[in-house]
């Protein structure tokens, strides 16, 4: 048995192939299959079966059209309310692919349908075996139960406790553990560890779902430990019981220079894809900032930001467009408009030499930025430092007097802020950024902090808890 992992790092999860040699099986593939196809022509396998732990909460899966396009069985809970024909699956059921015997396990608390998938190679490696948990059994953790309706949140953390003891029980210590989530995903819950692989026995004794005797304080502490999760979670579950489309990744033509302008002129959503400092000194009236890549969650927040379902262009480089397309495919924000800049960068994406010719008649803006020590030297008695941290991470340590309201409800919350000067910051500067272009949408006066909270103190600022 061999077992490929394809990781995506933008949302935190893992899908996997697994095959003999000859004939695979695949584990919660992402929308975007082309990763998944490659992976197998390289092992030179053919795929057979596609199988889901759950009607995903945070990306649109791409099962279905992988297992159409292979001509592959497509395994879904028989229990799963879905508008596809697949081919149904229910704890206990066993199934072969190709000398791989698989079995699957109900393991209810991520969703009430969700289920486990343990393969074992019955005739190779000793009969070694594999346990694909989905969002059961983590890394450290197990999957959030807050996902389906606050009135089933406590259920189905009484459920995980349970679950998690009947996977450890349905396969041997040293069969090796592969979580869809817990990689920096928001599904994941309570103290994931940071750990690339593991095994069911290394978790029965590291886990604290395996650890705490009592279920009572398990499910008490998993509760306590709960915290916003992006607004665009809502929709993955109703689009994956649909049966999501293939994604169409190509860049579309770059949008004339006029339309750009209108569309900023009538408010709609322009993206700029740039680094963050750029932004700051020389962007379009009316865009936004969502810094691509570095780490940067740019998906996540992207979705958790702006508001569903609205017009959507990006404004970068090619390279930045096609690869940003890619990601927000993989959240169900379909085909966005692009408004593509000079291949030749000068260390920004689209060159701000050009952002009048792309958007004729457009006004620039900028607004400053620093670290904590020009917050020291300029800020006025009546600025308001603005953390735009999640709450969570304010209560453990903020700066003295500073207003927190998390960036993924600024939009909704800019008039609780006076109208003067506006100091934002958060984490990393990431946050503040998104942020810092809100507020400047919204005609008002912010610098950006651009600098890591866990350097504030030793800048000279005071900080409160």
Same mark, same amino acid.
């Given at each position: ?185 928001? %599904?994941? #819950? ?26 009572? @304080? ?7 430990? #709960? ?7 809502? @929709? ?38 740039? @680094? ?6 020389? @962007? ?21 930001? !702006? ?17 940003? !397309?890619?990601?927000?495919?993989? #959240? ?72 927190? #309201? ?7 919350? !800019? ?10 910051? %958060? ?21 950006? !902090? ?16």
């Amino acid at each position: 048995m061999d077992v490929v992992v394809i990781e995506t790092p933008q949302l935190g999860d893992r899908s996997y192939l697994v095959h003999d040699g000859s004939v695979a099986l695949v584990i919660d593939p992402q929308r975007d299959i082309d990763r998944i196809e490659a992976a197998a022509l390289e092992a030179g396998v053919r795929i057979t079966h596609v199988a889901e732990t759950h009607l995903h909460n945070d990306y649109v899966t791409g099962g279905l059209v992988l297992a159409e396009k292979q001509g592959a069985s497509y395994l879904v809970n028989a229990a799963d309310q879905v508008s596809f024909a697949r081919a149904p699956v229910m704890d206990g059921d066993t199934f072969s692919v190709g000398r791989l015997s698989v079995r699957v396990v109900a393991t209810p608390g991520h969703t009430h349908t969700h289920l486990a998938y343990v393969v074992r190679d019955e005739t190779h490696d000793g009969g070694a075996e594999a346990v694909f948990s989905g969002g059961s059994l983590l890394y450290g953790s197990v999957g959030r139960t807050d996902l389906v309706t606050p009135n089933d949140t406590a259920a189905l953390a009484h459920a995980q406790y349970d679950s998690v003891r009947r996977l450890v029980s349905s396969a041997s210590p040293d069969a090796a553990l592969y979580p869809t989530h817990g990689f920096g995903s928001f %599904c994941s #819950i309570g103290p994931a560890s940071h750990q690339d692989a593991s095994t069911l026995g290394e978790q029965a004794t590291s886990n604290h779902a395996l650890t705490d005797p009592s279920e009572d @304080h398990f499910v008490a502490e998993l509760l306590a430990n #709960i915290t916003a999760y992006p607004a665009y979670y809502a @929709h993955m579950s109703p689009l994956n019981a649909a049966g999501p489309a293939a994604a169409d990744l190509d860049v579309p033509e770059s949008v004339e220079p006029s339309e750009l302008a209108r569309r900023l002129h009538n408010g709609e959503w322009v993206v700029d894809l740039r @680094h963050r400092v750029a932004f700051a000194e020389d @962007h379009l009236e009316g865009s936004v900032a969502f810094e691509y890549g570095n780490g940067s969650n740019f998906t996540s927040y992207l979705g958790w930001v !702006i508001p569903w379902e609205q017009p959507l262009t990006l404004l970068g480089s090619h390279e930045e467009v096609h690869t940003a !397309i890619r990601d927000l495919a993989r #959240i169900g924000i379909e085909s966005p408009d692009a408004a593509v800049g000079p291949e030749t960068r000068d260390g920004d994406g689209a060159a701000s030499g050009v952002l009048q010719a792309m958007a004729p008649g457009v006004r620039r803006r900028s607004y400053p930025h620093g670290d904590w020590r020009l917050l020291l030297r300029e800020r006025a008695s009546q600025d308001v430092v603005l953390d735009v941290r999640r709450p969570e991470e304010f209560k453990v340590s903020h700066v003295q007097d500073a207003v927190n #309201i998390p960036v993924y409800e600024l939009l909704t919350r !800019i008039t609780e802020l006076p109208g003067t000067r506006i100091w934002v910051h %958060c984490a990393t500067g990431y946050r503040a950024s998104v942020a810092a272009s809100l507020l400047d949408r919204a005609g008002r006066d912010v610098v950006l !902090i651009d600098a890591r909270f866990r350097d504030a103190a030793g800048a000279g600022i005071e900080l409160a808890r």
